[in-house]
């Protein structure tokens, strides 16, 4: 049986990436970044994209990958913070992969995101106040996800270690 993927979900700056690098590392699997294979497809960077096609454009993108991605298999797959915008997104990376949510603060999200300019949903305005007017909207799809990881007070490898006994017992 082919192994299934790990798909992390989250807000901006809760640690799919690095979670996600070290995760592909321990477990010698390939790590993929949904929002940096949209830059590699478009040649565009992400607030480029959003300034100059819209973020419907992007969110489009992302849709069509998720469902790609859905089909592929071994994969640890970092999302970028939208895709639970759509219903359809996390029905196609459930279906091959063990979907876990990781959160954070508001506060340790800013310390995270603070110098970033890589992200146009928080490149206007109070950073904080964008943080969490979003947090807000979103928490009931982030919720919605079963496994859930607060990393706000852990570590890179207890999270990791964490998602791996996870892996371990489930089962596609
Ligand atoms: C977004 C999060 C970003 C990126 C885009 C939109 C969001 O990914 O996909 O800027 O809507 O939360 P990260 O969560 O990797 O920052």
């Given at each position: 049986m082919a192994t299934q993927n790990i798909v992390l979900i989250g807000?901006?700056?809760?640690?799919k990436t690095t979670v996600g690098k070290q995760l592909a590392s321990t477990l010698s699997m390939k790590f993929l970044d949904m929002d940096n294979v949209i830059v590699e497809r478009t040649g565009k960077s992400i607030p480029d994209i959003f300034a100059q096609d819209g973020e419907q454009h992007f969110r489009a993108l992302e849709r069509n990958l998720a469902h790609e991605l859905?089909?592929?298999?071994?994969l640890i797959i970092a999302t970028g913070g939208?895709?639970?915008?759509?219903?359809a997104n996390i029905s196609d990376l459930s279906r091959t992969g063990l979907v876990v949510c990781l959160s954070a603060t508001p506060a340790k999200i800013l310390e995270r995101v603070?110098?970033?300019?890589?992200r146009p949903l928080l490149a206007s305005g109070d950073k904080m106040e964008k943080i969490e007017e979003l947090l807000y909207k979103r928490k009931p799809l982030y919720d919605s996800i079963s496994n859930q990881i607060d990393?706000?007070?852990?570590?890179v490898e207890e999270i990791t270690e964490n998602i791996i006994r996870t892996f371990e017992n489930s089962s596609v």
């Open positions: 807000f901006m700056g809760t640690g859905s089909k592929q298999s071994g939208g895709i639970v915008l759509n219903p603070a110098t970033d300019t890589n990393t706000t007070n852990l570590s």
